[in-house]
Structure formats: structure tokens, C-alpha cells
């Protein structure tokens, strides 16, 4: 199970960060990733982490503003968001599977199978 939590309302520039608890998984042996849905818009992959950690992927959109991460021990994946515009708003999704590649990162919505219900971001004057 995946719950979000962390989003809300900030004004252009400012920051949010977004938490993901993954009870009942056995994280270290997950990738994840973070992806958002506009209204009116498709969802969209946003931020990628693999199972060991090491490798990272960013929608272009977002590079240099958006940092994901994760802890095992607490079983947390955060996406810290800073610099945030309004284009950043949407329903944001976190994203799990177990993956037997150390490295990889999975950035379609089809790799993966276990969802959370989402955490709305409004960046708004």
C-alpha cells in the first residue's frame, strides 16, 4: 500500500515536499516514481528512483527543481519540489514495483503496479 501526503496550495517559487509511505512492501527490493496529472492532461511520469538507489531520472520540465529520494528503514520516498510554477500543478501519484534490476529506473505508468491515491499541488498567486 502506498499513501502520499504533503501536498497543498503554495505560491509560485515556493516548495512542498511530498512524502510516499509503502507499508506492506518490501522496499528494498522496489523501484519507484512519482508521477502527476494535470486537469485536462494526461498523467505524466515526473521523477524515477531505482531499487539500490543509485540512479535517478527527471522529467526535463522539472530538472534542478524536483529531488526524489528514499529510506528504507522508514519506508518513505519523498519528491522535495522547490522553485515550484504553476504549470507544476496536479494530482501527484507515487508509484512502486519490485524490481530485480539494482539500477534501473522505470519511467512509464505500465511498469508499475501498485499506485497510491494521489496528493493534490496547486501553485497559485
Known amino acids: 500500500q502506498l499513501v502520499e501526503s504533503g501536498g497543498g496550495l503554495v505560491q509560485p517559487g515556493g516548495s512542498l515536499r511530498l512524502s510516499c509511505a509503502t507499508s506492506?512492501?518490501?522496499?528494498?527490493?522496489?523501484?519507484f516514481g512519482w508521477f502527476r496529472q494535470a486537469p485536462g492532461k494526461e498523467r505524466e511520469g515526473v521523477s524515477f528512483?531505482?531499487?539500490?538507489?543509485?540512479?535517478?531520472d527527471y522529467l526535463n520540465s522539472v530538472k534542478g527543481r524536483f529531488s526524489i529520494s528514499r529510506d528504507n528503514d522508514k519506508k518513505m520516498v519523498y519528491l522535495q519540489m522547490t522553485g515550484l510554477k504553476p504549470e507544476d500543478t496536479g494530482i501527484y501519484y507515487c508509484?512502486?514495483?519490485?524490481?530485480?534490476?539494482?539500477?534501473?529506473?522505470?519511467?512509464?505508468?505500465?511498469?508499475?503496479?501498485?499506485w497510491g491515491q494521489g496528493t493534490q499541488v496547486t501553485v497559485s498567486a
Open positions: 528512483i531505482s531499487q539500490n538507489d543509485e540512479n535517478k
Open positions: 508509484a512502486g514495483r519490485r524490481s530485480t534490476w539494482p539500477r534501473r529506473v522505470f519511467t512509464r505508468q505500465r511498469d508499475y503496479d501498485y
Open positions: 506492506g512492501a518490501n522496499m528494498p527490493h522496489f523501484a
